[in-house]
C-alpha cells in the first residue's frame, strides 16, 4: 500500500479535511467571541458555546448521514463531495457568517462545518477497504490515520499563528488567513481525490504476496 500514490492522494486528502475541523475545534470560541463581539452581540460567550455544543451534535449525525450517501454514490464520489462542501463553507464562514456578525449564522457554519469533519470518520476508513482490500483494512487504516496527527497538530497551530499576529486587534480579520487556507486545502483534496482511482487488481495481488511471504 505504502508503494502506490493512491495511498499518499488518501492521506492528504483526509489530513486537509481533518485539518479544517481540528481547526475550528481548537478556536471556534475564541473566534466566535472576537467577531460576535465586534458586531455588537452582547451574549456573544454564549452564543459560540452554544455552537460548539451544536458542532459535536452534527459531527455525530455527519458520521451516520455521510456513511448513507456514500453507500449510494460511492466512497470517492463522497470523499470529492464532503471536501468540495467543507473548502466551501471554510470560505463562507468567514467572509459570510462571521463578517455578517449575525448569531444564527455563526451556529449554522459551525454545524456544518461539524457535520463535514463527523463525515471523514465514514468514508475514509470504507475508502481504505475500496481501495486496498478488507482483509488487512486494521493495519492500513492505521497508516492512513497517522495523517488526523498531523491535521491535529497542524489545524490548532494555524489558527493560533495567525491569532497570536494580531494580539490586541479588536477586528476579527485576524481568523480570515486560517479559513482562508484551510479552506483552499480542502478544495484542493476535493480536485486530487476527484483523480484518484483505486488500484488495480495487480496493486492488491503484490500486497497479499508480500504478506505471505512475510
Known amino acids: 500500500?505504502?508503494?502506490?500514490?493512491?495511498?499518499?492522494?488518501l492521506w492528504s486528502v483526509f489530513m486537509v479535511s481533518a485539518l479544517a475541523g481540528l481547526m475550528v475545534i481548537y478556536c471556534i470560541k475564541l473566534f466566535g467571541i472576537d467577531a460576535l463581539r465586534y458586531h455588537g452581540v452582547i451574549d456573544a460567550g454564549a452564543v459560540a458555546g452554544t455552537a460548539m455544543a451544536w458542532y459535536a451534535i452534527f459531527n455525530g449525525v455527519g458520521r451516520i448521514a455521510w456513511g448513507s450517501v456514500s453507500d449510494r454514490i460511492g466512497r470517492k464520489a463522497s470523499i470529492v463531495l464532503l471536501t468540495?462542501?467543507?473548502?466551501?463553507?471554510?470560505?463562507?464562514?468567514?467572509?459570510?457568517?462571521?463578517?455578517?456578525?449575525?448569531a444564527t449564522g455563526f451556529?449554522?457554519?459551525?454545524?456544518?462545518?461539524?457535520?463535514?469533519?463527523?463525515?471523514?470518520?465514514?468514508?475514509?476508513?470504507?475508502a481504505t477497504a475500496d481501495f486496498f482490500?478488507?482483509?488487512?483494512?486494521?493495519?492500513?487504516y492505521g497508516w492512513v490515520f497517522t495523517s488526523y496527527?498531523?491535521?491535529?497538530?497542524?489545524?490548532?497551530?494555524?489558527?493560533?499563528?495567525?491569532?497570536?499576529?494580531?494580539?490586541?486587534?479588536?477586528?476579527?480579520?485576524?481568523?480570515?488567513?486560517?479559513?482562508?487556507?484551510?479552506?483552499v486545502a480542502c478544495l484542493l483534496g476535493a480536485f486530487v481525490m476527484a483523480f484518484t482511482s483505486a488500484p488495480g487488481p495487480g496493486a492488491a495481488r503484490r500486497q497479499v504476496d508480500i504478506l505471505e511471504d512475510a
Open 1 to 9: 500500500m505504502l508503494r502506490t500514490p493512491q495511498f499518499y492522494a
Open 84 to 102: 468540495a462542501l467543507q473548502g466551501v463553507v471554510m470560505l463562507m464562514t468567514y467572509h459570510v457568517f462571521i463578517l455578517a456578525g449575525h
Open 107 to 126: 451556529i449554522v457554519a459551525a454545524c456544518l462545518i461539524g457535520f463535514n469533519f463527523g463525515g471523514n470518520f465514514a468514508l475514509f476508513p470504507a
Open 133 to 140: 482490500g478488507n482483509r488487512n483494512v486494521g493495519a492500513n
Open 149 to 183: 496527527g498531523v491535521a491535529g497538530l497542524a489545524g490548532p497551530l494555524l489558527a493560533g499563528y495567525f491569532k497570536d499576529l494580531a494580539a490586541g486587534s479588536t477586528y476579527p480579520i485576524a481568523w480570515m488567513a486560517p479559513f482562508v487556507i484551510a479552506g
